[in-house]
């Protein structure tokens, strides 16, 4: 296929920069995919992988606990084993998934950095670097594996701005994962327009118009996100998303998804995460079909900044926890499985008395598929991830 007819999927141009000659690759991992979808915001991942078995979930979420499976209850939890449940949105979207062991779940996962900082969390992720030494920002894991790589295939950041993951010395396009923003002029337009106006009759409804178009760009597009589309906008453009990785062209793509800071009315089983989980996981879904005979060479990997607060708040949300749950997907995954180090959950199993702690260090995973995947050598994997640990998942 050629560039421009499955660029056309996405319905919008973008600038194609070219990919510099590497380090040759080994052959026989060179069509393998990866796709990379960050959830900025921190998303509850107590909520998409709950311990039903814990009679402390409860007692600590007596508002927005999702249900002890119930059996024909389409509003209680996927029983998965080991006290453990699926929320009910995935039902229809990646449960066929899980039970073809094609999702694997990783509880108490994340990174060593403390800060509950959207900001700091995210990029520390991006970078890939560990916490010694000073942060390099013009270096993120993604360039790095495409460094060591190489050969013809290259990148594509579906963002707003290239993400700090794909910072570095290949040169990497990144084209906006949107159907349409709220904002029709810039800032400086809008000065222009309403310095044409002003004094006249329609000035202050130009004014008004204008101010009104930026509280909805505030309001829609939340800090913590990075201007990143939702989790609906998400669902929307995955058949697009699928037409591009199916190219030879592309072996690596980063995306993400915005709207998880969850601090008022998080719901349970429905409500505000309830539907982006929803709608998340059915982009998941369309994704791995719309990939067709190529999703059994596609891994994707969900992750989030950090996880939220066990117990609730005072306005029904969660705040800024620590540990979480990664989701791996994947055509060839040895999946249906919740792996990784884990512990029974209890007041004195949580991290400074209120989150999950980091047991599963997120670049261990990484370099568990990485691995796995492309055929690196461990000399490989720390240029790419420098001193991540090494974790045998099994599911690569």
Known sequence: MRRRKFLQGLGTSMLALPVARLWAAPADTSGQKLLVVMLRGAYDGLSLLLPHGSSFYYESRPNIAVPRPAAGDPNSAIDLGAGYGLHPALRGSLLPLWRSGQLALVPFCGSEDTSRSHFEAQDRMEMGQGAAGRPDYGSGYLNRLLEVLGGPTGALCFTSSLALSLKGSIPVPNQPLQLGGVRTVDPHQASAIEAMYKGRNLGPMVEEGFDTQNRLAQELEPQAGRGARGARGFEQMAPALATVLRDDHYQIGFVDVGGWDTHINQGGASGNLAQNLSNLSAGLAALAAGMGARWRDTTVVVLSEFGRTFRENGTRGT?????????????????????????????????QQRDLPVLNDYRGVLAHLFQRRFGLSRAQLERVLPGAPALDLQIA
């Open 319 to 351: 705040d800024h926890g620590h540990g979480n749950t990664l989701w791996v997907l994947g055509g060839s995954l040895t999946g249906g499985r919740i792996v990784g180090r884990q512990v029974e959950l209890n007041a004195g199993a949580l991290y």
